[in-house]
Antibody, heavy 118, light 107 residues
Framework: EVQLQESGPGLVKPSQSRSLTCSVTGYSITSNYWGWIRKFPGNKMEWMGYISYSGSTSYNPSLKSRISITRDTSKNQFFLQLNSVTTEDTATYYC????????????WGPGTMVTVSS | DIVLTQSPATLSVTPGESVSLSCRASQGISTDIHWYQQKSNESPRLLIKYASQSISGIPSRFSGSGSGTDFTLSINRVESEDFSVYYC?????????FGAGTKLELK
């Protein structure tokens, strides 16, 4: 069974950077695409980006240069870093796994709420 | 970016009714649309992939149709466990985008 679990700080101050970790079990991250999606208060969902099985990345242009997705294959983990956060980054963050060779989201973590507040 | 417009925003029904939820794309996207269900305090769950392809473990009362710009998620005879929010998502081009969701609620 494939399982994903997010971890990271739940409260961040404006202008700081925030990093989240996604730990994957049951599936090697070197065999698929993995990504981050966030859901804002009010239900809007936003795809943030992905990291491929080879380590290449793609990001939502709306996040410009604030985002970075990296990985540690030895721990089967991938990471989200978002810089210069504002209150508009307050959301529930999900790590996701794509369907193998497909572009839908087959696997989801439980999500972690991140609040940006001073 | 491709904009997905879901309608209605809220749908109030009684168990046993059959319903159709709409998702319209701002440009043609072939059948590159996927549907998710999200219950309160849970992660989204994939219901339908590529407009009409079923997913293992999903009840057969859920079905999808459409191509191009207009897509429909149908639920045949709604059950109490179906009251949740439904999202469509396109994978035709990056960035992947989602609709704003349709909330299915008990009348």
């Amino acid at each position: 069974e494939v399982q994903l679990q997010e971890s990271g700080p739940g409260l961040v101050k404006p202008s700081q950077s925030r990093s989240l970790t996604c730990s994957v079990t049951g599936y090697s991250i070197t065999s698929n695409y993995w990504g981050w999606i966030r859901k804002f208060p009010g239900n809007k969902m936003e795809w943030m980006g992905y990291i491929s099985y080879s380590g290449s990345t793609s990001y939502n242009p709306s996040l410009k240069s604030r985002i970075s997705i990296t990985r540690d294959t030895s721990k089967n983990q991938f990471f989200l870093q978002l810089n210069s956060v504002t209150t508009e980054d307050t959301a529930t963050y999900y790590c996701v796994g794509y369907g193998y060779n497909y572009w839908y989201f087959d696997f989801w973590g439980p999500g972690t709420m991140v609040t940006v507040s001073s | 970016d491709i904009v997905l417009t879901q309608s209605p925003a809220t749908l109030s029904v009684t168990p046993g009714e059959s319903v159709s939820l709409s998702c319209r794309a701002s440009q043609g996207i072939s059948t590159d649309i996927h549907w998710y269900q999200q219950k309160s305090n849970e992660s989204p769950r994939l219901l339908i992939k590529y407009a009409s392809q079923s997913i293992s473990g999903i009840p057969s009362r859920f079905s999808g149709s459409g191509s191009g710009t207009d897509f429909t998620l149908s639920i045949n005879r709604v059950e109490s466990e179906d009251f949740s929010v439904y999202y469509c998502q396109q994978s035709y081009s990056l960035p992947h985008t989602f609709g704003a969701g349709t909330k299915l609620e008990l009348k």
